[in-house]
T-cell receptor
Framework: AQSVTQPDIHITVSEGASLELRCNYS??????LFWYVQSPGQGLQLLLK??????LVQGIKGFEAEFKRSQSSFNLRKPSVHWSDAAEYFC?????????????FGKGTHLIIQP | KAGVTQTPRYLIKTRGQQVTLSCSPISGHRSVSWYQQTPGQGLQFLFEYFSETQRNKGNFPGRFSGRQFSNSRSEMNVSTLELGDSALYLC????????????FGEGSRLTVL
């Protein structure tokens, strides 16, 4: 069965510092890959997605992610974080062409921003 | 363009009762998916409706059901509530859920006492 692992439950970063959130997936083929963000009391918002092609994808709010097939990873990065980036970040996958199980999400990484 | 609207936002029920949650998708979106979010299990897929038909279903008991109306609005129902059903229930709409690009509502927070 497909699975998504986000090894870091919590990450604390100083404002202005760079950020990398890790995501690994286990799947028989390369799925579609996503990062979603959830602010407190809110629903999820799509940050970026990877379907195919260029392995470095740009998203909203200055985020980017790099797909590495050899490592089955899709890590999220941001060169300089802002206090407003404090939130829960979810990596997600879906079978290429759609899946009967919908999106499979990782457990999430809680990002804390230190002033 | 209005986003995904879920009602009610918060509700409290007791064990054994049933609950109905509503979701209005973004105009023009025909797919509506439901997810359950809990601290222990994270985000889990419940089901997806497309053009009034249930297209996919997650691994939840039959107490969880849903439907979609001709205007794409969707409802989900949970019968015989259990304490473990306490969760944030998220609805998401899309033009094509097979792409995984979902637009989520803010959720309905259900507490079962």
């Amino acid at each position: 069965a497909q699975s998504v692992t986000q090894p870091d439950i919590h990450i604390t970063v100083s404002e202005g510092a760079s950020l990398e959130l890790r995501c690994n997936y286990s799947y028989g083929a390369t799925p579609y890959l996503f990062w979603y963000v959830q602010s407190p009391g809110q629903g999820l918002q799509l940050l970026l997605k990877y379907f195919s092609g260029d392995t470095l994808v740009q998203g909203i709010k200055g985020f980017e992610a790099e797909f590495k097939r050899s490592q089955s990873s899709f890590n999220l990065r941001k060169p300089s974080v802002h206090w407003s980036d404090a939130a829960e970040y979810f990596c997600a996958v879906i079978l290429t062409g759609g899946g009967a199980d919908g999106l499979t999400f990782g457990k999430g990484t809680h990002l804390i921003i230190q002033p | 363009k209005a986003g995904v609207t879920q009602t009610p936002r918060y509700l409290i029920k007791t064990r054994g009762q049933q609950v109905t949650l509503s979701c209005s998708p973004i105009s023009g979106h025909r797919s509506v998916s439901w997810y359950q979010q809990t601290p222990g299990q994270g985000l889990q897929f419940l089901f997806e409706y497309f053009s009034e038909t249930q297209r996919n279903k997650g691994n939840f008991p039959g107490r969880f059901s849903g439907r979609q109306f001709s205007n794409s609005r969707s409802e989900m129902n949970v019968s015989t509530l259990e304490l473990g059903d306490s969760a944030l229930y998220l609805c998401a709409s899309s033009q094509d859920s097979n792409t995984g690009e979902l637009f989520f509502g803010e959720g309905s927070r259900l507490t079962v006492l």
